[in-house]
């Protein structure tokens, strides 16, 4: 029996597992003893990783579909040629951004890095990830406030803060995990507070829960600012040293009064000055969000009025404090910085010369090859398609169809297109229905490479399993491609995933997430390494669990962080007399991953898991309508659409609120093309609809 560890590739823990296999089949999956983020725990969903293999289809090879429908089989060596000879003959005919591809947070990060080096760099088309529906909002506030995208946690801050808030976050479900380090917290006294319309599951394990309206978060926020400048509950050391722009905040959020906000948000006086006094009494104060805050129209200024909030009390940079963005799938953080999408390869915008020149120089080509702009956005991707100017997609490790906002545009946007490449480790996805080839890759079980969790750790994917003959991961795949476009020297060094692991290395250099001081052997069997880790500094690095900004210095010009802020907006999409319920989406179980492809695998799971789309509604509005437990509702959005759902009943959603579960495809077909200005994050969490009993 072998013993092999690796890396979770579902959540953004990346928790470490050991797999002792014989006969190539997984016999036991036991949590890593030792490992700093899970030491021997982990979900449900990463014991049923060797799950998988049971309708992965093994030696699958490429299909291509023809003129009357139907798929052929074909060698990797024709789908490879295929693919490029369409890619070049779109490009030629209708111009260098008639093709696209949409990436991920969940492949490693050489898969994504090689995708961005194809697509971005030789072929200049258009690159975005599933990330911009998840992590978007975080990297625009982090950029602005802290001028990188640098979150500077460590999850030991669990363990050490004494008031810790979550905000728009369910991390009993989202990550457990996580959770467990709040567990472990043993601080006398400590508080856990949470900040949510719905009594989530996370809330009632809380010891305060504020259900607020819901998108008032920022009018929240604001106004607790105001209250802690009048009551001076500042930190005015930390806010002259290190920060900038805080008396043109002080004036701002003058505007915010007591009054204003329990009117916006629906809490009373005493809970909202009970929140600014646990935030004042807590000497380690944590703030943590995630969806609830990232998913909305004004969604980038509320995570900053977060990150307001911890600089004015001077709650970042220590142990147990920080503005704290958790991040969702197990690469997330690795994309962010590695997918030449919206910056260059570790960091550093497209037009800035030096980083042009430095990155040409690592990567052995011509500044000319390099991207020179940032990727248009998913919905510009999508849109595009619509309009005609985008005739060829390629997608890997994601599922649109279902999990894009509005999702029957997608499904309309497919249709139009000439050459629809899906990547995935199942051909049954929704997405696959309408695509002209398929590319059938092995799971994580079967590659390797490396992941960033949401603290910054890289960790290392190892082969568990052996491949059959045909099985392929999604780096040869890609890298296929490129060698049929006929990429020649620009590939060179591009080979295998480690050689793609120490070009990355070298685009870090000098850039706050450096990791010129991991190898891709230190990595395996080890306890994972954070990022900044430079060469030469392994030393003073030496610390397993490493936060950032204890030294007050932030990666601005000044080296200051930012107040930044702006009114309160007008809800674009209010409830209204003919939509006048507000339909909130978000994770339903532990066990289901976003669009089920993957955990309707695990028996287990399935066995306990509804087969129908359902929502919560409210037990006194289910009453007043009439309707009873399991029965079925018509829901009609705002966004013109319309479906079917069960009905579960609760006292933990508001009166005016429904809760859908994302894992069933009619929720997205509910929800509508709305973003955030800045990041252009759909905003998923709030949806006017009305309803009608089912006869
Ligand atoms: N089991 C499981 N775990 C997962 C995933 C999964 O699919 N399944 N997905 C992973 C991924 S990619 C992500 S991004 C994370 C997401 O992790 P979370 O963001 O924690 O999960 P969500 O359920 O999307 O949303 C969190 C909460 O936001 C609340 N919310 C809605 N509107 C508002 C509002 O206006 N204000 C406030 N304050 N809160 C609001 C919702 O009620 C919900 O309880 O989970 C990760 N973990
Ligand atoms: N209404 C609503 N919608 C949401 C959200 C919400 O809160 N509310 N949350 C959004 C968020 S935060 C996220 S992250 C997205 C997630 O949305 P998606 O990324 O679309 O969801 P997944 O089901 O994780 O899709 C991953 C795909 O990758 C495949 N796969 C797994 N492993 C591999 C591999 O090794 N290689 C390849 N090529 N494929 C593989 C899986 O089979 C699956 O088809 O959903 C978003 N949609
Ligand atoms: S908590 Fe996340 S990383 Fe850990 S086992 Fe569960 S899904 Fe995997
Ligand atoms: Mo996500």
Same mark, same amino acid.
């Not at 590659?447 to 750790?457: A, F, H, Q, S, V």
């Not at 052997?521 to 936060?547: C, F, M, V």
């Given at each position: 029996m072998k013993k092999i560890q690796s890396t979770c590739n579902y959540c953004a823990l990346d928790c470490n597992l050991d797999f002792y296999v014989e006969d190539n089949r997984v016999v036991k999956t036991v949590p890593t003893k030792g490992y700093p983020v899970n030491d021997g725990f982990c979900c449900i969903k990463g014991l049923s990783l060797d799950k998988q293999q049971t309708t992965v289809k093994p030696n699958s090879l490429p299909k291509i579909r023809q003129e009357d429908g139907s798929f052929k089989t074909v060698s990797w060596e024709e789908g490879f040629s295929h693919v490029a000879g369409k890619l070049k003959e779109l490009q030629e005919k209708y111009g260098q951004e008639s093709v696209a591809g949409i990436s991920t947070g969940q492949l490693t990060m050489e898969e994504f890095a090689i995708f961005g080096h194809v697509m971005r760099n030789y072929l200049k088309a258009n690159v975005d990830g599933n990330t911009r529906l998840c992590m978007a909002t975080a990297v625009v506030a982090h950029k602005q406030s802290y001028g990188f995208d640098a979150p500077g946690y460590t999850l030991k801050d669990l363990e050490l803060s004494d008031t810790i808030l979550f905000i728009g976050s369910n991390p009993v479900v989202a990550h457990p995990i996580l959770w467990g380090r709040v567990k472990a917290n043993n601080v006398p006294g400590r508080k856990v507070i949470v900040i949510d319309p719905r009594r989530s599951e996370t809330a009632m394990n809380a010891d305060k829960w504020y259900g607020l309206r819901w998108r008032s978060d920022l009018l929240l926020l604001y106004t607790v600012a105001n209250q802690l400048i009048e009551k001076d509950y500042l930190d005015h050391e930390f806010i002259s040293s290190h920060t900038e722009k805080f008396e043109d905040f002080r004036e701002f959020v003058k505007a915010y009064t007591l009054e204003r906000g329990i009117q916006g948000t629906g809490l009373s006086e005493g809970q909202i000055l009970e929140l600014v006094e646990l935030i004042h009494r807590g000497k380690r104060v944590s703030f943590w969000w995630t969806m609830g805050v990232n998913q909305g129209y004004e969604a980038v200024r509320t995570a900053q009025a977060i990150i307001n909030l911890a600089l004015m009390t001077g709650n970042i940079g220590r142990p147990g404090t920080g503005a704290n963005s958790i991040t969702g799938q197990c690469n997330a953080m690795g994309s962010r910085a590695y997918s030449n999408t919206a910056v260059f390869f570790g960091g550093g915008d497209f037009t800035n010369p030096a980083r042009r020149e430095r990155i040409a120089q690592v990567l052995g080509v011509e500044e000319s090859m390099l991207a020179e702009k940032p990727a248009k956005t998913y919905n510009q991707i999508i849109e595009g398609i619509h309009a005609g100017e985008i005739k060829g997609l390629w997608i890997l490790c994601t599922n649109p169809r279902h999990s894009w906002t509005n999702n029957e545009t997608f499904a309309s946007a497919a249709k139009k297109l000439e050459l629809f490449v899906v990547q995935d480790i199942y051909d049954s996805i929704e997405s696959a229905q309408d695509c002209t080839v398929f590319f059938p890759v092995v799971p994580g079980l079967k590659?390797?490479?490396?992941?960033?969790? @949401?603290?910054?750790?890289l960790s290392a994917m190892r082969p568990v399993l052996d491949r059959g003959e045909h099985e392929i991961s999604d780096y040869e795949a890609i890298l296929g491609v490129g060698k049929a476009l006929g990429m020649g020297d620009a590939l060179r060094g591009w080979e295998t995933p480690r050689d793609c692991f120490n070009l990355m290395r070298e685009c870090s250099r000098n850039m706050?997430? #450096?990791?010129?001081?991991?190898?891709? #052997?230190?990595?395996?069997?080890?306890?994972?390494?954070?990022?900044?880790?430079?060469?030469?500094?392994?030393?003073?690095?030496?610390?397993?669990?490493?936060? @950032?900004?204890? #030294?007050?210095? &932030? &990666?601005?010009?000044?080296?200051?962080?930012? &107040?930044v802020f702006e009114e309160v907006r007008e809800n674009p999409l209010p409830v209204s007399e003919e939509f006048p319920y507000v339909l909130n989406t978000g994770r339903g179980s532990v066990g289901q991953w976003h669009t089920q492809s993957r955990t309707k695998e695990v028996k287990f799971v399935e066995d306990v898991s509804l087969k129908k789309a359902y929502l919560y509604m409210n037990t006194r509005l289910a009453r007043n309508m009439g309707i009873g437990e399991m029965e079925e509702i018509q829901v009609f959005?705002?966004?013109?659409?319309?479906?079917? &759902?069960?009905?579960?009943?609760? #006292?933990?959603?508001?009166?005016?609120?429904?809760?859908?579960?994302?894992?069933y495809i009619e929720c997205n077909k509910l929800t509508p093309s709305l973003y955030d200005p800045y990041s252009k994050e759909p905003s998923y969490k709030a949806t006017p609809v009305r309803f009608e009993k089912v006869r």
């Open positions: 590659k390797e490479g490396t992941y960033i969790n @949401l603290e910054r750790r706050p997430c #450096d990791i010129t001081g991991v190898t891709w #052997d230190a990595l395996t069997d080890s306890h994972g390494i954070q990022w900044p880790y430079p060469e030469g500094k392994e030393e003073e690095n030496r610390e397993e669990q490493r936060r @950032l900004y204890g #030294d007050g210095r &932030f &990666f601005t010009p000044s080296k200051k962080a930012q &107040f959005s705002v966004n013109g659409q319309n479906a079917r &759902f069960a009905v579960k009943i609760t #006292d933990h959603v508001q009166y005016g609120e429904l809760y859908a579960p994302i894992h």
